[in-house]
């Protein structure tokens, strides 16, 4: 988290940095101070030494002047020759007296103490100092540092009396005590100790240390080696210290206090740190300020870019000072200004249908997602009847007003809870909130009814029907999607009942299901080879053979045996499999054609064609492909097209339709009677045959307004040069009927049920026509 | 060449040349061989003492220097001092063989002084430390000191029994008495003398202006 925050990171590298340099600076000054003491200790020391051995020299010098003069003094010499012992002993006393010497002995040339000021003692005894005799003996005077017997330590002077050849030597004493080593610390800088170094211990003789220290001192100097210098704790503070050996028993120590050397450096250095320290605080709190004003900005930013984030558009990105946060929070301000009127439009184009300004599929899904789970509502689907005429007749301008006009209609019909949506084409879908069956079909009627006010476009009156299909919820489904497909199933069945509203509840729904796995399984089906086809003979009435059969797709399903093709060639319509289908039944059916030519038997068979079909720019190159590799006549072949699949889009239906009848292809209307397709507009066709659906064909027998109808279609088709196929003929008065008005063509259960291919050619041979029409009395036998 | 201890290397007693007198020659060097000058020989007659004549010496003070530096006179010796230096002089002995003083004088003192009893004397002037001389007092008339070659000839001495004594003022060490016999012809003497060298004492110059 510390390391998160711009504010923080800034101010850790600022004052990190300033920090760093300043510890690399105080380290720095810290070292060189180190050696700067160092080198003045070992500096101090060196010239102090050298001070000292020159101090002392020098006083010895003076010593030595006074002794040589007191030793040539001619009544001192005369005294000295008497060689009496007691004139010594007071001429000594005298004498030392006048050059300040605190001690006086005589010494005989062999060495004999014959007077000693601090002793007087009876008989001469050897001089203690022999050392300082030897040298002297050999260099005509000695001195040196001795603790006599008082104790105290003295600078002893031994000189000859000459008169004028040696009679005595005369060793002159001056004592060396603290005050001697305090002036001689005055004088060097540096402590000033003598001590007597006896094996392991030591003993302080003079010093110019105070008492304490003077105490400590001997502990610490065991330690201490000959003329080297070296760092000597006393009392716990730190000395560089050197040893100057007086003799094999005393020895001078030196000493530099380490501590009042690093004194000025010390208060340098605390002088340093304690402006570093203020330099960082100062410097981070300069750093904290800057980084606030660096990052309160930014932190507006940020929140107001968590707005927009979570879609809040409507608060403006605070104006800042004119840096460039603050330009970068003017882009920003515009950004969201521009995203905010994008959204708006996205959302238009997402949620609204462009034409007719009512919402679209997905606003539909959405609002769905609002009723409430424990209530009720209804999806309700509509489509427009014979819109795809009114598209292809008046044109598609046309067709988009009218649609964007009943829009408009729709969209003041609905309260504020509903919604219509269009979804596409000409079915438009109705979300109604809280409403059972009831209020369900009464919605329904009144749409319906609002619809029957013609609709004036371009001056054109309009009259517009409609089905209707409605799912209710919760009880045809729980989702938006199962009640869109439901009410649309609804929608389809209204249409085909020619009913204007239909339930989903009433068409039930497991039919639906099985379509469902239907569909998923159609194409391993194709794979597995399940789809067959069978074909159902077509009787020529004027001759009574069979000239044609239709071809119609069976699939063998391993598990529901044969399913029928209302059950799956709709939803292959619907998810475009029909157009792996149909090439498949195209070939299939052609190199059975092309096998039964050889064999003999001239059969024209007949192939539906869907929408999709129709439409597919590949059809015709495949079907010429085809006929021409197995070598079959174009006439050879019949191509069944619906009213419906022209209506999809007739001009390019109409396109089609016309290459292949170029290509001398037969092509037969189906279902005629069904849509709204009229004959005249049909003649416009260049097709050949029409189909009358078996609804009219069932009713002819006993229906004389039916019978009208079929006789007057034959009729007016023949005049128009086209033959009439019958379907559905399920009964020998139907076929009687349908040979006494000149229809063409017969097909229907009563004839033949549709069968395997195998089994078409000895039906054929079997079938005997004669009986047939031999009972309608057509043929004389 | 010496055994240690021995300070006598030899004595060649060669007899020839008349019997009425004898000679004695010595040479007297130092352990290393380096010739001693100023070294005192002295033929004492074991037969008794000579009676000496009053004779005069002198020992005079020149260039503030004490000259000569040895002098060897038998007892009863009077020695003058005389002064050829511009200034006054304080010639003085502590020794016990004759302890005197004469104050600050020029010229010649008003006495000689008689050395009335052997031994060392030692003398220096009381203001100029570095002016010494050493009289040597026996009880003999054959004595000689050696030159700078070391030598030192006694002639005419009568033949008989000696004791020979050697002597330096700066001899380490005191030498044993030893006897000879002089006969008519030399008598040859080489002698070890541990002596150590003469000290100079600091002579200030007597410019003025540098002092």
């Excluded at chain 1, 040539?72 to 000295?80: K, L, S, T």
């Excluded at chain 2, 004695?24 to 061989?33: C, D, M, N």
């Excluded at chain 2, 005069?56 to 002098?71: F, G, H, K, S, V």
Aim: with cysteine; net charge negative.
């Amino acid at each position: 988290m510390i390391f998160r925050s711009l504010q923080r990171r800034i101010v850790i590298v600022f004052v990190g940095l300033l920090t760093l340099v300043m510890a690399l600076i105080l380290a720095l000054v810290t070292h060189n101070n180190g050696r700067v003491v160092d080198s003045e200790m070992a500096r101090e020391l060196s010239a102090g030494t050298h001070v000292f051995k020159l101090l002392v020299e020098q006083n010895q010098r003076q010593l030595e002047v006074a002794a040589k003069v007191l030793s040539a003094d001619f009544a001192f010499r005369e005294a000295i020759a008497t060689q009496d012992r007691a004139t010594i002993q007071t001429v000594i006393r005298n004498h030392g007296l006048r050059i300040g010497a605190q001690v006086m002995m005589v010494i005989s040339p062999d060495g004999q103490l014959i007077a000693d000021t601090q002793h007087a003692a009876a008989n001469p005894s050897p001089f203690l100092y022999r050392k300082l005799l030897s040298v002297a003996e050999s260099e005509g005077q000695s001195n040196g540092f001795r603790q006599l017997q008082d104790g105290r330590l003295y600078q002893i002077i031994l000189v000859p009396v000459q008169a004028p050849q040696l009679i005595a030597w005369v060793a002159i004493g001056f004592v060396a005590d603290d005050k001697w080593a305090r002036d001689l610390s005055a004088m060097t800088g540096l402590a000033v100790s003598v001590v007597q170094r006896d094996g392991a211990s030591a003993a302080v003789l003079a010093s110019s240390l105070d008492r304490r220290k003077r105490l400590a001192m001997p502990f610490a100097l065991p330690h201490l080696a000959d003329n080297v210098p070296q760092a000597l704790q006393i009392d716990d503070e730190p000395y560089q210290s050197i040893q100057l050996p007086l003799d094999q028993h005393t020895a001078v120590v030196l000493q530099r206090s380490i501590e009042q050397a690093e004194a000025p450096y010390r208060s340098l250095q605390s002088v340093l740190l304690t402006i570093v320290l203020a330099g960082i605080v100062i410097f981070a709190l300069g750093s904290v300020m800057l980084a606030r004003r660096i990052v309160r900005p930014v932190n507006q930013l940020a929140a107001a870019a968590r707005r927009i984030e979570a879609g809040d558009y409507a608060e403006a990105v605070p104006s800042l000072p004119p840096d460039e946060i603050g330009q970068l929070a003017a882009s920003f301000d515009r950004m969201r200004a521009r995203v905010a009127s994008r959204e708006q439009k996205i959302l238009k184009l997402a949620y609204q249908d462009t034409l007719t300004g009512l919402a679209n599929r997905t606003r539909l899904l959405e609002a769905f997602e609002r009723v409430p789970k424990d209530g009720r509502g209804a999806i309700a689907i509509l489509n427009l009847d014979r819109f795809a005429l009114i598209n292809s007749a008046l044109g598609h301008p046309v067709g988009d007003r009218l649609l964007s006009e009943i829009g408009l209609r729709f969209g003041h019909l609905l309260s504020n809870a509903d919604l219509v949506a269009r979804l596409w084409g000409d079915e438009f879908a109705f979300l109604l909130v809280g409403v059972d069956q009831d209020a369900a079909t009464r919605f329904a009627e009144s749409i319906l009814a609002n619809l029957r006010d013609p609709i004036t476009v371009d001056g054109q009156r309009l009259d517009v029907a409609a089905s209707l299909g409605v799912a209710l919820y919760p009880q045809d489904g729980q989702d938006a999607a199962t009640l869109l497909r439901r009410a649309e199933s609804a929608m389809v069945a209204a249409k085909r009942q020619h009913k204007n509203i239909a339930f989903a509840g009433d068409i039930g729904d497991e039919q639906q299901h099985e379509q469902l796995s239907l569909i998923g399984e159609m194409r391993e089906a194709m794979a597995r080879q399940e789809f067959l086809v069978y074909y159902q003979p077509k009787l020529d009435l004027a001759s009574g053979e069979i000239l044609g059969a239709e071809a119609l797709i069976r699939w063998r399903h391993p598990e529901r045996g044969l399913v029928p093709p209302i059950r799956f060639i709709p939803f292959a319509e619907q998810t475009g499999f029909i157009r792996e289908i149909t090439p498949w039944l195209l070939e299939n059916v052609i190199v059975q054609t092309a096998q039964w030519q050889k064999e003999g038997l001239c059969i024209v068979p007949s192939i539906n064609l869907s929408a999709l079909d129709l439409l597919d720019p590949g059809l015709i190159d495949h079907i010429t492909r085809l006929i021409d590799s197995h070598h079959l006549p174009a006439q050879g072949l019949c191509l069944e097209i619906t009213e419906s699949a022209l209506m999809e889009d007739p001009a390019l239906a109409l396109a089609h339709l016309g290459e292949l009848a170029a290509l001398g292809l037969k092509l037969s209307i189906d279902d005629y009677g069904v849509g709204q397709a009229s004959l005249a507009y049909l003649k416009t066709l260049p097709v050949h045959e029409l189909k009358i659906d078996r609804t009219f064909v069932d009713a002819v027998a006993d229906s004389p307004k039916n019978a009208a109808i079929v006789q007057s279609t034959i009729a007016l088709c023949h005049a128009l040069g086209l033959s009439v196929v019958a379907e559905g003929v399920e009964t020998s008065a139907e076929l009687d009927w349908l040979v006494g008005n000149n229809c063409d063509t017969a097909q229907g259960y009563f004839i033949a049920r549709p069968m395997p291919a195998d089994e078409l050619p000895n039906w054929i041979a079997s079938y005997g026509v004669g009986p047939i029409l031999r009972r309608t009395g057509w043929l004389a036998t | 060449m010496t055994r240690p201890g021995h300070a006598w290397l030899a004595i060649l007693l060669a007899c020839s040349g008349p019997a009425w007198a004898g000679t004695l020659e010595a040479y007297v060097a130092t352990p290393t061989g380096v010739a001693v000058a100023d070294a005192a020989v002295v033929a004492e007659p074991l037969s008794g003492a000579i009676p000496g004549k009053r004779t005069m010496d002198a020992i005079e003070q020149r260039d503030r220097e004490l000259n000569p530096y040895l002098t060897i006179v038998q007892k009863d010796t009077a020695i003058e001092f005389p002064n050829r230096d511009p200034f006054k002089h304080h010639l003085y002995s502590f020794s016990p063989a004759k302890t005197f003083e004469i104050k600050l004088y020029a010229g010649k003192p008003v006495k000689p002084i008689v050395f009335d009893k052997s031994g060392e004397v030692a003398l220096g002037c009381n203001i100029h430390d570095w002016m010494e001389a050493y009289v040597l007092v026996v009880d003999s008339p054959y004595f000689a000191k050696t030159g700078s070659n070391g030598r030192a000839l006694i002639a005419n001495i009568p033949p008989g029994h000696y004791r020979l004594r050697l002597w330096h003022p700066r001899q380490k060490k005191e030498l044993p008495l030893r006897e000879i016999e002089i006969g008519a012809a030399t008598a040859k003497l080489d002698a070890v003398m541990d002596v150590a060298p003469r000290i100079v004492k600091p002579k200030p110059p007597l410019d003025h202006d540098q002092y």
